[in-house]
């Protein structure tokens, strides 16, 4: 089965047992505290996939803390590792059509340089495919009716362009078969597995959907999308007949809707459609390739059965547990289904389903400690903006504490071209857990809500989207729930750059920040970014600022050029690899605070990139970051072993 995540540019962009009485004539009680390793340490198990010929399970387990590749046979307790990774842990595997091979991406340090790695199940024998210095393998495509072959994508001739090549499994042979003409940002196979479709950048930050009859032929443009719909815009992929292309499209309405598109009239057909939100998940049959269910994120998922011989599958799977759930991957015959259930109050549960009883078995949850534990429920939330523009989000309050004057932390999510979802989140659960009000917004430029909302977002860096958090944290004082005096910022990413905004920009509203790689000087940043990024600068000058031309403007809007401002503590954390938000936007930032005299406290990873994949290095920042809150804001912390020592 294809799954096609509908906003493709976030993958390139891109920059997640007390008994408590409510009841108020009863004395309220804490929940037992979470420990840091449950939450943020290893899962038990994670991302079970079936084999394509339906006899095998895959999974992600540790080994001696690492995570790796596990499979079994279906129906005995066989399991056993097969990988051999002891650094860094693999989170991003595959079946080989074959169901002989387990195929997995792996980088050095955090660099996102991938490499794709093969494993024979028969002889253990672990296989470097793509052995080059400093080059990215994306996966393209994969077809259950070429087991041997795969598509894959590397900027290996010139580092700031992909181009595709043909990976034959059984002799690991490499060739290209499309050359990217210096503007083509990802690419389309048909049925028959040629590539026949692009997306290329425009100048002005738009995308050019391109089309060939054949892999020999020279590309046509088959319609634009200009920088208003750009970012809730994409192809999906073609129909069998390679006759028609699956669309996500946004042109002449607001959110992005399902469409197929005749190839040689151009007519549009529209299969799934909201006024509001975009598409947000696509299932589509393997072997028919047409479309079978559509999902829209509003406040929790929402899924749209167009094919109705499922209809009796996506009810029987929904009375299997509670939470959002999606099919994430099925074997070949369309035999067994692999489901996965997204709780807000537990660890996500997997499920093997048949199609042909009817009947699921559970497989396993990916962090079982946590039903051991009071898990707090997280609450969709709306208001205002002061411009009128209604922001939705989500917040998680602390059990046993009530509702009323409590501390908060302002969870702001990366991106930004991204949304916070409803489900098990573990920042919420752990800052709950805690005794913190967790607020979660979805700020103008958050991507689900269609493109009004998403373009709302240009050009607001530190301007409007800013002001989208200060009047939630408003709203929230308002209402009464959190404690004006107690507020911190914080977050990862655009998160991060959001924080370093809130304490210089409005440096009068929150008692203390958490910084994780957020960039600091958007001048500095931009003319950063990794060379296989230049197709993409248009879409950044666009939707945030030319340094070239609009070097002031950028100025205005950057944390650095406003760091005398800055009056609270904070907490700094930054790999050292990161190729998105380079070591030295976090050190400008340290060497200001230096200056200053600012209580601050910085973490450098030297084996970490954009985010921390070690577990070791995960639970050494929230150690550090339980401490510091609990500091400033008073809420709860989990002594750590090093503390006990000294």
Not at 30 to 38: A, G, Q, S, T
Not at 573 to 581: E, H, T, W
Request: charged letters at 25%; one cysteine or more.
């Amino acid at each position: 089965m294809r799954h096609f995540k509908t906003i493709w540019v976030l993958s390139i962009l891109m920059l997640c047992s007390s008994i408590i009485l409510f009841n108020s004539s009863c004395a309220r009680v804490e929940p037992e505290l979470i420990p840091r390793e449950i939450l943020f340490g290893n899962p038990v198990k994670a991302a079970p996939k079936i084999s394509p010929d339906g006899t095998m399970m895959a999974y992600l387990a540790p080994v001696n803390n690492v995570l790796n590749v596990w499979i079994k046979t279906v129906g005995k307790d066989d399991d056993k590792v097969v990988t051999k990774d002891d650094n860094r842990g693999i989170r991003r595997y595959f079946w080989a059509g074959d169901s002989k091979h387990i195929m997995y991406l792996q980088d050095v340090g955090g660099n996102e340089n991938w490499r794709l790695y093969s494993v024979n199940l028969k002889t253990d024998e672990i296989n470097d495919l793509t052995p080059y210095e400093d080059v990215q393998v994306r996966i393209i495509d994969r077809n259950k009716h070429f087991p041997n072959e795969l598509l894959i994508a590397m900027n290996k001739e010139n580092p700031q362009l992909h181009d595709v090549y043909h990976l034959d499994l059984t002799t690991t042979e490499l060739k290209l078969i499309a050359r990217n003409p210096g503007n083509i940002i990802s690419w389309v196979a048909d049925a028959k597995f040629k590539i026949r479709c692009a997306m290329a950048a425009t100048p002005d930050g738009g995308f050019d959907l391109l089309f060939r009859e054949i892999e020999e032929a020279s590309w046509k443009t088959l319609l634009t999308w200009d920088s208003e719909n750009s970012l809730n815009s994409g192809a999906l992929g073609f129909t069998k007949d390679g006759n028609s292309l699956y669309l996500i499209d946004s042109r002449n309405v607001n959110a992005g809707r399902l469409v197929k598109m005749d190839i040689t009239t151009k007519g549009i057909e529209v299969i799934a459609e909201d006024p509001q939100y975009d598409v947000s998940n696509v299932m589509v049959h393997p072997d028919s390739y047409e479309i079978q269910a559509v999902a829209f994120t509003k406040a929790r998922s929402e899924w749209i059965i167009l094919d109705e011989s499922i209809k009796d599958d996506f009810k029987a799977i929904a009375k299997l547990d509670h939470g959002d759930y999606a099919v994430y991957n099925r074997d070949n015959a369309d035999d067994t289904w692999l489901v996965g259930f997204i709780k807000d109050d537990g660890p996500v549960s997997y499920y093997a389903y048949d199609l042909k009883t009817k009947k699921g078995t559970f497989l396993f949850d990916h962090r079982p400690d946590l039903n051991n534990y009071t898990l707090a429920p997280m609450e969709p939330i709306s208001f205002t903006a002061r411009d009128g523009l209604t922001i939705h989000g989500y917040i998680t309050y602390p059990i046993g504490k009530g509702r009323k004057n409590l501390p908060m932390v302002l969870n702001v999510h990366g991106g930004p071209w991204y949304r916070d979802t409803w489900g098990y989140n573990p920042e919420a659960q752990w800052l709950a857990n805690r005794g913190y009000a967790c607020l979660q917004v979805n700020f103008r430029g958050s991507t689900g809500y269609g493109k009004e909302f998403l373009n709302a977002g240009n050009r607001e860096w530190g301007g409007k989207m800013h002001d989208d958090l200060v009047d939630a944290v408003n709203w929230v004082v308002e209402q009464g729930i959190a404690d004006l005096e107690k507020i911190a910022i914080y977050g990862g990413s655009y998160g991060g750059y959001a924080t370093l905004v809130g304490v210089t920009f409005t440096p009068d509203i929150f008692c203390c920040a958490v910084d994780i790689v957020g960039p600091s000087n958007l001048i500095t940043w931009i003319n950063s970014l990794p060379p296989y990024w230049s197709s993409m600068k248009a879409l950044l000058y666009e939707r945030i600022g030319n340094p070239d031309t609009e070097e002031e403007f950028l100025k205005s809007r950057s944390p650095l050029f406003k760091v005398d401002q800055i009056k609270v503590p904070m907490l700094i954390a930054q790999g050292a690899n990161d190729p998105r938000v380079p070591q030295a936007e976090s050190e400008q930032i340290v060497e200001a605070l230096k200056e200053k005299g600012i209580d601050y406290e910085y973490i450098l990873f030297p084996d970490e990139g954009h985010g921390f994949a070690k577990p070791e290095n995960r639970l050494k920042f929230y150690a550090a970051a339980e401490k510091f809150l609990t500091r400033h804001l008073g809420g709860r912390y989990e002594e750590a072993v090093q503390d006990s020592v000294q």
